[in-house]
């Protein structure tokens, strides 16, 4: 896990963070989704593990999962939170948010728009950060998901994952952590709506190094050919909302259904990280198909944020 220290600031203890996938090594990743299955089997083994430690939880944006199963995983480890849902930088500089908090609470979840605001943070708190999603990864998401994919398939190496839709955050998180397992990672985007060519570049890196394939193209079937699971999420991220009615006619080819599915392998998983909007890129039948695990990534968040939490404190 890395940690930076700002260079005006040369007291500040050197903590880990999670502010993206890339904050944890290849290493790291795979302990901890040893560390998730383990903590899924016996959760009562933890339960005094973070006693007496306290963790602040700030939301710009609406959350169900993300807050409920962070709230819950700290209480379940002996742990406990205080939230603030108010913007972040509306009152004083960010570093200054952070080395309050720092004095107070022994780690900071931050859900927010720009990423830049949770590695200010990050780099001005001496406790560790953690990204609960942000306009760019949604890495606490992605480690869930390698865990279900990981508790379907088994090793994920030579699988194929295939993403379609926005190359948003969720695209971005997934790609690294199929690249860094060795899984490969099949995106079809609209043109125009591609992930962002640095994070291409390191998963690419990351690919080449586990021996992962990544192809990005703009045609769907292309994409899930042959693949073992089949991803997508909303069309309009949060924060997006006045662009939804234009996106939907672009992303309209994109929708998740009944023939879509029929291209990957017989019996592919279908995955989401929720909330969905049904009748856009899904279908009803396709959610609620028995092929479907949306709801054990839904489950698996808890286990896995105890898993991660485990980890940096
Ligand atoms: N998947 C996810 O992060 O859900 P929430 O937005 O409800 O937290
Ligand atoms: N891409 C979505 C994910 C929600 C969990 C968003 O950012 O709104």
Redesign the pocket.
């Known amino acids: 896990m890395t940690a930076t220290v700002p260079a005006d600031r040369i007291s500040k203890a050197a903590a880990p963070d999670f502010t993206r996938d890339l904050d944890l090594t290849t290493g790291e990743l795979r302990e901890l989704l040893e560390l998730a299955a383990m903590v899924k089997r016996n959760s009562s083994r933890y339960s005094q593990a973070l006693a007496g430690r306290s963790i602040a939880l700030l939301f710009e944006?609406p959350?169900l999962?993300?807050r409920l199963t962070f709230e819950l995983a700290i209480r379940q480890l002996g742990g406990f939170s205080v939230g603030a849902e108010a913007r972040i930088d509306a009152r004083e500089p960010l570093r200054d948010v952070a080395r309050n908090l720092e004095r107070w609470v022994n780690a900071i979840v931050v859900r927010t728009f720009g990423q830049a605001v949770i590695e200010e943070l990050a780099l001005w708190s001496s406790v560790p950060v953690i990204n609960a999603?942000s306009?760019s990864f949604?890495p606490c998401?992605a480690l869930a998901d390698m865990m279900t994919l990981q508790e379907k398939l088994g090793d994920l190496r030579g699988r194929t994952l295939a993403f379609a839709g926005?190359g948003?955050?969720?695209a971005h998180s997934l790609m690294l952590s199929s690249a860094r397992l060795g899984m490969n990672f099949a995106l079809a985007t609209p043109a125009g709506f591609g992930p962002d060519p640095a994070v291409v570049e390191q998963a690419g890196s990351l690919a080449d190094a586990s021996g992962a394939r990544l192809s990005i193209t703009t045609n769907l079937e292309e994409a899930l050919a042959g693949a073992d699971a089949v991803y997508t999420?909303?069309w309009?991220?949060?924060?997006?909302e006045e662009e939804a009615d234009a996106r939907q006619k672009v992303f309209a080819p994109y929708q998740i259904d009944a023939r879509a599915v029929s291209v990957a392998k017989p019996g592919a998983l279908f995955m989401h990280?929720?909330?969905a909007k049904r009748g856009l890129e899904v279908t009803d039948a396709v959610i609620e198909s028995s092929s479907s695990v949306v709801f054990d990534q839904a489950e698996n968040r808890l286990h896995a944020q105890k898993a991660l939490l485990l980890m940096m404190l």
């Open positions: 944006k959350s999962r993300t999603l306009d949604h998401q926005d948003n955050n969720m999420d909303v309009a991220s949060m924060g997006q990280c929720l909330p």
